[in-house]
């Protein structure tokens, strides 16, 4: 049966040693670390996301735009890559109309769903070749969350293996100073000589 004290290794104690001492400023500072410095990295590491993200997508918003395009080819091969909100994708045909420029075609990404005579919007860069939509607002806040939750959750993974480390030295510390104890003791108990 075990009893537990709380608080034993802050109080005076001839059982206590150096490294319960050790070992409870440890707990203190992975206590602080975990509740305050977790948080302000992963909220620091988002902030950083944030910024990033939206240089990112506002440079996209500037280099690409948008064409209501008509889907005359057939049904290509489906894109690894995904379309803008989670689609997949796939080349084929499309027709479009600009003012001045007359009718144009081009093989382009378009939703999965999409059929010959759907219109949809198709995206190009400055260059006039095909690209995905610019990224969105909320893809930047998940951005910007996951970043957050995996710094925050790389410092908590951090704190606490060094405190593994700490108990497992505080450990063997603490048995080797028990068992010198123990041969100085043991004679006395035990009527041998050591």
Not at 124 to 148: C, E, I, Y
């Amino acid at each position: 049966m075990r009893t537990r004290v709380r608080g034993w290794r802050w109080r005076h104690s001839p059982l206590r040693r150096r490294c319960d001492v050790v070992e409870a400023w440890t707990v203190l500072v992975v206590a602080v670390l975990i509740l305050v410095g977790a948080p302000l990295v992963g909220a620091a590491a988002a902030w950083w996301a944030h910024g990033e993200a939206r240089t990112v997508s506002l440079q996209q918003r500037q280099e690409r735009h948008a064409v209501r395009a008509e889907v005359i080819g057939e049904r290509g091969r489906s894109l690894p890559s995904m379309q803008g909100g989670g689609q997949r994708a796939y080349r084929t045909t499309v027709r479009w109309s600009e003012p001045g420029q007359g009718t144009r075609t081009a093989t382009a990404r378009v939703p999965a769903g999409a059929r010959q005579g759907d219109v949809v919007d198709v995206w190009f860069d400055t260059r006039g070749r095909n690209v995905t939509p610019p990224v969105d607002g909320s893809a930047v806040w998940q951005h910007s969350l996951t970043m957050g939750t995996c710094a925050a959750g790389g410092v908590v993974l951090l704190v606490m293996l060094g405190h593994g480390a700490v108990r497992r030295v505080a450990l063997r510390r603490r048995l080797a100073e028990w068992e010198r104890a123990w041969a100085l003791t043991e004679p006395q108990w035990t009527h041998r000589s050591a």
